[in-house]
């Protein structure tokens, strides 16, 4: 249980097109999803999360208007790169979470999206 | 505020070779802790966590964690090292009482020697 899907795996874009990534719990209604950056070598930093219905909550320094990302649905959320660039071009990640009875609402991710903008 | 600190970004054992992978935390409330696992161009698995309870925690794949408060520390280990257990390591805190709102470390890359 608890399997979190992202679409597409894998994407190339050209410079100024924009991109839209979603992310989808498989089995489970998730009330908070989150989204990640990931480069090279180098850590996940958090972008963003968000509550079914509400609006994300960004990081700072994230840029809300570039990386849009709604929360339509307990099963989807979606992460539009708009006017992507090349320095855009990064993993990333989503992850889900849902109120658990132990009281640890774990985080389930999905398998990442390489985007690679030319 | 909640950090992580990975200690050696990347760690090089023999096959059946004990694993030790170190992680420090900070955090100004009692933490959650987990260890996740990263195959390239792959999501996080969860390895295991720490809520509350006993300190020694077990996880898949034949890793535990020992949380240790007095040191600030959550180190990773498995007793012999296998092939498969090539990959990418994050150490991660929580302060939550449920995983939101994870702190990554930066990570520790294993290689196992055959």
Not at chain 1, 22 to 41: G, I, V
Not at chain 1, 94 to 107: L, M, P, R, V, Y
Not at chain 2, 108 to 114: N, W
């Amino acid at each position: 249980g608890a399997v979190v899907s992202q679409h597409p795996s894998r994407v190339i874009c050209k410079s100024g097109t924009s991109v839209k990534i979603e992310c989808r719990s498989l089995d489970f209604q998730a009330t908070t999803m989150f989204w990640y950056r990931q480069f090279p070598k180098k850590s996940l930093m958090l972008m963003a999360t968000s509550n079914e219905g509400s609006k994300a909550t960004y990081e700072q320094g994230v840029e809300k208007d570039k990386f849009l990302i709604n929360h339509a649905s307990l099963t989807l959320s979606t992460l539009t790169v708009t006017s992507a660039h090349p320095e855009d071009s990064s993993f990333y990640i989503c992850s889900a979470s849902h109120a658990g009875t132990s009281g640890s609402n774990e985080q389930f991710f999905g398998p990442g999206t390489r985007l690679t903008v030319l | 505020a909640q950090s992580v600190t990975q200690l050696g970004s990347h760690v090089s054992v023999s096959e059946g070779a004990l694993v030790l992978l170190r992680c420090n935390y900070s955090s100004s409330v009692p933490p959650y802790l987990f260890w996740y696992v990263q195959y390239p161009n792959q999501g996080l698995q969860l390895l295991l966590k720490y809520t509350t309870g006993a300190t020694l925690v077990k996880g898949i794949n034949g890793f535990e964690a020992e949380f240790k408060k007095s040191e600030t520390s959550f180190h990773l280990t498995k007793p012999s090292a296998h092939m498969s257990d090539a990959a990418e390591y994050f150490c991660a805190v929580s302060d939550w009482g449920g995983a939101n709102n994870l702190f990554f470390g930066t990570g520790t890359r294993l290689t196992v020697i055959p």
